[in-house]
């Protein structure tokens, strides 16, 4: 073996090596992430009580019998108010004086408590608005009156605090809550504070920011921080749907202090093709194999429900696909690797660059001798390099290292062998730095992501047809073609062996026949997803490759080496998930490495009988 093998092989064990006390970490956080919330929505209690005629508190105690564990519940505003009925605009009896902010607007309602509520925070959070209680004449049928100096469109989208009343239903239900403050026009640091504030004040330990803003974006999202920071509240991270603006840069701040919790609930979009049995399957999915630790769960209204209190079997299925996660403490931050052990680590990755390049160029000793060198030195100087270059970044720090490290490995690992032995070791070697490169607080809560740019699929495959393809015209013109190919793939996904790895639900809806289940079985034993169940195809490529080879049949070889570039891709790309547990990747990855193996070694043994 020539001495650039050996340096090469030497640099992937080395970063393995480096890699065992990262992942070590990762498993026992992996082991110790063991609690899932499964988060109630208040609107939708409401609703089942009013269709029930279940008082609200009867109908939350047995929510909590059947699996919720807490109440989202809604920060209080004009519009919700007067979209419920509980506040309706009033005209008084008499004119009324001229206002400062142009006219005043009266509010009736028969809940005195509740207008006492609204105008303390009206006086706290807009003085200007002048807020006062009125007496009400006896045309109002003993309704309080509420006056606001200004513009009603304007004070109507202002949160206004949250109702101690039913956050007290939830917690003598045994409900913990989850406060869903609004966001609204200039929202200043007094209005935030004040907000967040009374969150703490209903002892909720988490906040789920309500629709598609968190408060105090844009201008403002420091303040919010600064004081989810102070009050140890912890920040429900919706990243698979990504539908709040300044959501990413709030989980960036908080998640090195563990103040972050991967959310996720079903867009009315999503809920469609669902019922509540495939519905529950896909929960337990996004647990098991993405991460998500708090199930936002809202119940089936039209499409696919029955009646309303169906939705507590709902929470029952929930509850039996998560069965899994029973642990009640949190788990423990999960530190990202030093720059030391980044630099050891990224040295795997150097060593599977330069045998790629060797095997695709065909490089002379001497120069691959000074690619390993090279090699080597960049990837070790690279983690020293990842450092802040402005304020921004300084608040937000930057992630490029492990990433560039991370996509140079598993753009050239499928490169790196020439048979199923060389390739087994340097898919270990550089399977178990992915994973490490891509473990921290960070990582795991999908602030930061590996971001492939389909490098690692299109890249191989253009190695193969450089080595491969000995006319210089047809080489020329599949590696433009692939060019294109890569262009459109990008355009459309930008990370395809990403997505070909995501889990499927494992299990059918009730209403399918047993043929219609059997044909969902198959396609999914025989689908591309999830696609580290085709890992073995990276070493039955390659001994495939190599008989074909000896045998005079290059175009089989070609084909063949192809075959094994995407197997070897999909096999990395399987490591480089950290939200799924490792213990979630291995079983798959490792039965198809078995039989993937197996037919290596059977196609060898055929290959030498023919050679006799």
Known sequence: MRLSSLLNLGLLAVGAAASLPTLRRRRQWEQSNQHTCIVLDYDDALAVCTRTAMPLDEFLCEAKRHGATHLALPELTLNRLMQQGRVAPAIPVEPPPSSPLGQWVYLTSTEEKLLDHLAREFAARLPGSQAHRLASPQSLNHSVILALSGDLPTLAEIGLGFEADAAAQAVLAGLEVVPRPVAYAWPEDHLIERTLIQVAGLGAEMVAF??????GHEMHLDTTVRCLERLGLTFAYFSETRHQKGDWFVAKRLAPKGQVILAHYFTPAAMTPEDYHSAAHHWGMLAHARGIRLCYVNVFRRLHATEPLECLTYLDHIRANLKAFDGKTRPPLLQSPSRGELALTGLA???????????TLRLSEPLALALTTAAAASAAAL???????????????????????????????????????????????????????????DYQLRVEEYRSLNADLFLPLAGVLARDLADPRLKTLALAMLGLGWYAAGKFNPDLLGSLDRDLPAGHTHHLSAAQRLVGDVLIALGPRPGRKWAGLGLAGLAAAGVFRRSGRGDLAFAASCLSAIGSAMLLAAFRRPERPLAETLPTVGKSWAWGGALALVLLALGRALRR
């Open 383 to 441: 983690p020293y390099l990842d450092r802040p270059r402005g304020a921004l970044e300084a608040s937000y720090p930057p992630s490029y290292a492990p990433k560039l490290l991370a996509l140079a490995g598993a753009a050239a690992a499928p490169l790196a062998a020439d048979d199923p032995f060389t390739g087994a070791a340097v898919h270990t070697a550089v399977a178990s730095t992915l994973a490490a490169l891509t473990t921290g607080q």
């Open 349 to 359: 990755s150097a060593g599977a660059v330069s045998l790629a390049a060797r095997q």
């Open 210 to 215: 309500d629709g598609d803003m968190i408060l």
